[in-house]
Structure formats: structure tokens, C-alpha cells
């Protein structure tokens, strides 16, 4: 068998992988670049961009059941071409896949893009396309795939995955969607907004990964006021003539087909990881460190959703960052983390930033909360819903977290993920101008709470605060 030598073999050309090469080209190495399936990345064909097109249609689309509230007229009357509106977002879903490879692999030779699976024979040598890959570092980064149980896979397209679910032409009269992490929440609850009968179920107490309890039951109580979620129970799936019955204890319902998003899975299988050498996880993929992303003592680095940490795109690219960068070097480099940020792009948007609530000490940890009802920007946009918690250190001050439910969360996440990063104080925060009327006022107001429950307060006055 023909064998090639290069400086790095990077296994997946999406987010985490490309972001390797862009390392790896960086440091003037040789590379060669291994996709086995559709090249385009995840987030571009069947991920963060598709979904979030979606979102956007059906909440435009839902916005019309709040406009007879200030006259204006005819929006009973407004419809929607379901299949204008699934062309729609393949059309972008097509412009942002053509993007990212106008970007990338298009305009790689060919000899240094080889668009087949790849399988470890020794740690440092790959066997592809009837080939075998001499590397100095390795680079695994071959994302994850939708869960589905083998018993479900016998109902075929009745059961669909976020794979097939943007290809579709036009949308099913019903649905029951499993599994109420981020991915089925959103999707679900804009197939209910596009006019699909959607009832959701989880076998949790919990949707969208919440832990803070007060944040958990109001985005239970909201989504549950749009479609049926029924939780806490395993779902089960029958075939009842030419539906399927999905069964969670004593709740049922009859679809046209189901969402199955129940978790994805590391893309591993065939790839040879026990050539390695090293200890696997249960889910078979090996050990690795976080901040270098090195598997084991090897030249072999680990990164993106095949490694199941945090599987959301910024993280993916910096770990492809991290491998790349290490894979082209011989001294292994460690690198801080940023600081936890998860949005669900649901309405209102559930987020999570720093530590999580169950990770917190409530001996030390002190809570502000401000409920969106009042806030005066929130009923102006006609989106006074949801609950905003942050979490500080009691003694120091210092912003620990937040989980929220509420209007524009996706940027209030990040202003709190930022001061996080930096390591500000709820005092140093509220110094901060704040505009008026703007959702951060909300933000502001959990502050106050939360600052009168900690320790540390500003020291000295500020000219304003001495008038
Ligand atoms: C519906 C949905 C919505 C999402 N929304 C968001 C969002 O809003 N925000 C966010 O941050 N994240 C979101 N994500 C997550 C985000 O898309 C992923 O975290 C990210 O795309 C992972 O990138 P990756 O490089 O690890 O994997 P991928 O982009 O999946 O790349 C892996 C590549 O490796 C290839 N491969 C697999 N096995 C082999 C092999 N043996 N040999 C060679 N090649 C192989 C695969 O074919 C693939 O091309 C969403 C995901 C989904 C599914």
C-alpha cells in the first residue's frame, strides 16, 4: 500500500477540524486534510445554521398573533406557504455550506483534501482511500451524529433526526419530538409556530439543560402554554396503522412522524481508536487533556463534538485552535478555557453562562433575580416573560453565573459571560451605564438584588453616586 508522509493528518474537515488546518498552516507544517461523509461542517448543512433560519421564519411568522393587539388589520387572515417557507431555509442552508467551502476545502489540490474515511492503524499512521498516512501528530475532529435506538430505526422515515428534518419539502401534520434538550426544544417549538401539531416529550424533569430551579419551571410553564410537554417518563414508540403512537406513561399521541433528538454520539465507530493504545470511555472515545487537548502522551489530539464536552460551534473552533496548534509544534502548549456560554435560540431564550447551578455552593453563593413581567422594555416589545438569576460569591462580590429564561437572552448571556471573563464584581457592574428603556434594565435589576445580598460593596463613592 502506497504511504505518504506529512507533519499533521487532520480527521474531519468541519468547525474543529478547520480551524486545525488554519493552526497547522499557521506554523508552515505539511498537512493533509481526511473528510469521510458531506464536507460543509455540521453547523453550516444540518446544524446552527438551518435551525436558526427556521427559528426565524416561524417567529416571524408567530409575531402576527400579537399584532391585533394594537390594531393592525387582517392578521387573522395571515398564512403560510409551509413549502415556500422549507425552501427558504435550504436556499440559505445552501449559501452558508457554499460559504464555508469557497472558505476551505474548495480550493485545496487535491492531494492534500482526500474525501474518505480514515482508520488508525498505529497511532501516528492512518490507512484512507486505499492509502496510508505517515503523520508526526494526528488530529481527530470527526464531530457526532444524531442518537437514534436501533428499535426506531425499523420505522424509516417515519423517525426523523436533525440530518433529515431541513431537507424536507413540506412539513407533517404532526409530530411528537423526543428528547427536549436545546436541539428539540428549538426545533420544536418552531414547528409548532410553522403550524405543525407538535407534542414534545423527555424523559427528564428538566428542558433545555436547566438546572436553577426557578429558571426550569417558568420555561416549563411557557413552552407548556405553546404545545404539550409531557416529562419525566421514557417515550416509547408503536406503529398504529399508518401512524406512529409515541406512549410516556400515562401520556400519548398519535403523529405523522417524529423528531428523534435524544442526544448525538461521537462519530468513532471505524476510526481505530483502539490502536491508540490508551484507555477508551464508555462511549469509546480516549482521554484527553482540555486545555491542550492531547490524547494520552501522544501526538494525537482530540477536538470538537467527537470529544462530547461541550458541543456548540466557538468551542469547537478553539479546540480545533488548541489541537492544531499543538499538532504543529513539538512542545505541548496549555490554554485557558473561556468561561460556559450556552444559548437556546427558543422564545423567550433559555441561556446558561459560567457556573451552573448545581456546580454552586449555597453556603457561599448569593442570588439576585428579576422577573420580566414589569420590565418596561419586555411589555413595550409584548415579551414580559421569564425569570433572569445571577450568581455571585457572597463574600467577594465576584459574578459567578446566570441561567435565565427571557426576552433577548442571547444578549444578555454574553454581556454577563464577558464580565465573567473578566473577573468583575455585581458593584463594578452596576458602576455601568445603563440605557433606558433597554432589556439590560432587567439585567440591572437582578443586579441591585443580587447586591444587596453580598458582602463586598463598592468602596468610595463614584462623583455621581456622592451627589
Ligand atoms: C440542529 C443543530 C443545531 C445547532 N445549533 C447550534 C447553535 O445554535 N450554536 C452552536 O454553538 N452550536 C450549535 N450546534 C452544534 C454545532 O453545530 C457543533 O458543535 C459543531 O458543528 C461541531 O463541529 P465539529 O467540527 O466538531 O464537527 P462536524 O462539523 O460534524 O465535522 C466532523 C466531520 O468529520 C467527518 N468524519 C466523521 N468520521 C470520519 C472519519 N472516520 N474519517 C474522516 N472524516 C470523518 C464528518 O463527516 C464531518 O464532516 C448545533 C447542532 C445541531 C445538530
New binding site residues.
Partial sequence: MEERNVDVAI????????NAMGQVRRAGKSFVL??????????AR???M???VMIQVAEDYHRRTHLGKYGVDGHQAMTLDVAEAMEHVQDLRDTFVDRVLGNSTDNLPEDLFIQ????FVEPTLLE?AGQRVRAKSVVV??????LVPGPWKAFGERVLT?DDIFELENLPASMAVIGLG??GL??GQSLHRLGVDVTGFDQLETIAGTQDPEVSKCAIDLMNKEFPVHLGRTAEIALEGDMLRVTAGDKSALVDRVLCSIG?VP??E??GLENLGVALDARGVPKYDRSSMQVGDLPVYI????NGER??????GD??KIAGYNAARDEIASFRRKAPLF?N?CDPNICAVGARWNQLDPETTAVGQINFAPVGRALIMGKNRGVLRVYADKKSGVILGSEMIGPKGENLAHLLCWCIEQGLTVGRLLRMPFYHPVIEEALQAALYDLYGKVEAKNEGLTELERI
Fill in positions: 480527521i474531519g474537515s468541519g468547525t474543529a477540524g478547520l481526511i473528510n469521510g461523509g458531506e464536507p460543509g461542517t455540521t453547523c444540518v446544524g446552527c438551518p435551525s436558526k474518505d474515511y480514515a482508520k484512507v475532529a470527526t464531530g457526532s451524529r444524531p436533525t436545546t436541539i428549538e426545533l448525538r462519530n468513532i471505524n476510526l477536538a470538537g463534538d467527537v458541543q456548540i460551534l466557538h468551542e469547537a479546540e480545533g444559548i435560540f
